[in-house]
């Protein structure tokens, strides 16, 4: 693992870096980017590098300084070519008092890198009963505010699952704590709107693009009762799902294996610091 933290490369990724009045740390006042890493290069960087802008912004995070971050990126992936990782980008509200109001000190900006394991073919997935906020002040946004997810991912994987699935105020079917949610019905590929409070997920956005699919928000109990079902994320890419709750599913189905045969072809094309 290597660490960048405010222009600087950490000797030692362990040791001790950000302030306890770090209002990251004090009050989770941060957003985050996860970026998949391919041979040494990030995937996708741009998209995600607008998606950390669009959610500082969100977050009310001024001084956002992506140039910093890129070089950051740089810095933890040189002479690196590692075959697959994943960087984690956050910027913090920096150093402030304790409480919830920020102070006037620069945010905190920071780059690790580490390698990673591909995620499996297929997974399985449970429904949580507490719902997502689709009106909430955080909805779309990544901030490290993920609590919430810590708790309904620790049920999952209570019941044997690896992913949480969230339902919103309205019924609607919204996201899993870390991924986005497709489902196919009759034949249709189906994802929930942005108005249901999902993030707007990068690998969703390129299945979206480079495959179809309909944008539709209704009953999570619809979608629950699909012929298929995949989640997509940085870690997953196109992942099918074999058992949602006490339902067995074919994985992966005809739709998910195009999906997925889809997201091979043109994943090429995005990797790279340019990208």
């Known amino acids: 693992m290597r660490v960048w933290i405010n222009g600087e490369l950490l000797p030692d990724a362990s040791a001790p870096a950000v302030p306890v009045t770090d209002h990251g740390l004090t009050v989770g006042d941060a957003v985050f980017e996860a970026v998949k890493v391919v041979d040494g290069q990030p995937f996708a960087l741009q998209r995600h590098l607008d998606r950390l802008a669009r959610s500082a912004a969100g977050l009310g995070l001024i001084g956002l300084d992506l140039d910093a971050v890129r070089r950051g990126v740089l810095a933890v992936l040189e002479s690196d070519a590692m075959p697959l990782g ?106 929930p709107t942005l108005a249901s409070g999902c993030l707007a997920g990068v690998t969703r956005d390129l299945v979206l693009d480079w495959f179809g699919g309909v944008e539709v928000d209704e009953p999570i109990e619809v979608a629950q009762a699909a012929d298929e079902v995949f989640l997509v994320s940085t870690t997953r890419d196109v992942q099918g799902v074999h058992r949602w709750d006490d339902r067995e599913l074919v994985a992966p189905g005809p739709v998910t294996t195009a999906a997925a045969q889809a997201w091979r072809d043109n994943e090429h094309s995005l990797i790279g610091f340019d990208r």
Request: neutral net charge.
């Open 86 to 191: 994943r960087l984690r980008i956050t910027v913090t509200g920096g150093n402030a008092p304790l409480g919830s109001g920020r102070g006037d000190e620069p945010l905190t900006h920071i780059v690790v890198a580490a390698p990673m394991e591909p995620a499996a073919p297929t997974t399985s997935a449970v429904t949580v009963g507490w719902p997502r906020n689709e009106r909430g002040p955080l909805a779309g946004l990544k901030t490290t505010s993920y609590a919430e997810n810590v708790v309904a991912l620790a049920a999952a994987r209570q019941a044997g699952a690896t992913e949480a699935i969230f339902a919103n105020l309205a019924g609607h079917l919204c996201e899993g704590t870390g991924t986005n949610v497709f489902y196919v019905i009759d034949g249709e590929l189906r994802t």
